[in-house]
């Protein structure tokens, strides 16, 4: 009897197995369409409409990471096949969705592959270890990495993987192409008239809810608001040269790129 039973798991087993080989066939591990001047024009038709208003129309990366680094960073064509398929799960970046065939996939990793840099130019010096010690001294008490630091700011456990080096050097040195979801400034005025400013939260048509600059989460009764505004500045200071030099910046940027959370490429 037990051995019947065993023998049913076992086949039901390979019943289960054999349908996720179906749902998930491996891509070939060469792109198909490399090289082909039809995809590749195709291709950078999709990238620029799905992909540019993140990686940045020429993919060195806006709010997403530089995307012409990857293949000489060690990446192979079917792994980032799965990644554009998949998206990377509990990230910005989206899956390309059910209705982008592979060939379409394939096209947009084509053109890619004619902008990609054959070697690495965006080499990373300075020294980690100094450089996450600037992180404690002038950054954690707003930002988390591995669950430790503030929460006023976002979480950068990943911001290695998230982030082209570009995009975070203009981001702590002041320039704010748009606000992160969340982390928005906002300066609520009371009908008291009093102001609080904070970063907005969720809010509803009966309240409105931020976190003020010592983390507490703060709601008001909108009928005891006069005026939501939304902030100019970013809750996040400027840090210009005076407050962190180009050299402590390296090596803010060295502990950085450190920090990606888990390797995509094992996906
Ligand atoms: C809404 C913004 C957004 C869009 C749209 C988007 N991406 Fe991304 N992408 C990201 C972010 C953010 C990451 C980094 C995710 C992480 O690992 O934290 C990423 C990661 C990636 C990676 C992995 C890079 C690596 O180093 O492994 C690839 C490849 C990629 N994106 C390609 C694309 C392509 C191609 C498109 C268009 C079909 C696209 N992305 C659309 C935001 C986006
Ligand atoms: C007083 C709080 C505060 C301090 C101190 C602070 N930040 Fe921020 N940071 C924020 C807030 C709030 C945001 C999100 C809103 C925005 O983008 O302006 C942010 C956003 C960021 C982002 C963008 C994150 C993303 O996912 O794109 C980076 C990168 C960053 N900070 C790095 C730093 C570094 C590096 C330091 C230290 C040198 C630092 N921050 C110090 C509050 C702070």
């Known amino acids: 009897m037990r051995r019947v039973r065993a023998a049913l798991v076992a086949a039901a087993m390979c019943l289960a197995g054999g349908g996720l080989v179906f749902a998930q066939a491996e891509p070939p591990a060469i792109n ?18 799905r992909c540019a208003d993140c990686h940045g129309m020429d993919a060195r990366g806006v709010r997403g990471p530089d995307l012409t680094q990857v293949w000489a960073s060690g990446r192979s064509d079917a792994g980032l096949f799965r990644t554009l398929r998949r998206g990377v799960p509990g990230t ?23 902008i990609a840099a054959p070697t690495i130019t965006d080499v990373v010096t300075g020294n980690a270890a100094h450089g996450q010690q600037v992180f404690r001294a002038q950054c954690a008490g707003c930002h988390r990495v591995d669950g430790t630091g503030g929460r006023l700011g976002p979480d950068l456990s990943r911001i290695g993987a998230a982030r082209a080096r570009g995009a975070i050097v203009r981001r702590v040195r002041g320039a704010t192409e748009d606000f992160l979801e969340g982390y928005e400034p906002v300066i609520i005025t009371l009908t008291n008239g009093q102001t609080v400013r904070g970063v907005r939260k969720n809010g509803d048509l009966f309240s409105v809810q931020i976190m003020d600059g010592r983390e507490r989460i703060q709601g008001y009764l909108t009928k005891d608001v006069r005026a939501v505004t939304a902030g100019k500045a970013s809750a996040m200071p400027v840090f210009d040269v005076q407050r962190l030099s180009e050299s402590d ?7 950085f790129a450190t920090l990606k959370g ?5 996906q």
């Open 92 to 114: 910005e970046m989206p899956s390309v969705g059910p209705r982008t065939s592979d060939d379409e996939v394939w096209k947009i990793l084509a053109y890619l592959k004619t």
């Open 249 to 255: 910046l390296t090596d803010l940027l060295a502990w």
């Open 262 to 266: 888990f390797d995509p490429s094992v």
């Open 32 to 49: 198909p369409l490399a090289g082909d001047s039809a995809a590749v024009q195709a291709g950078m038709g999709m990238f620029r409409s």
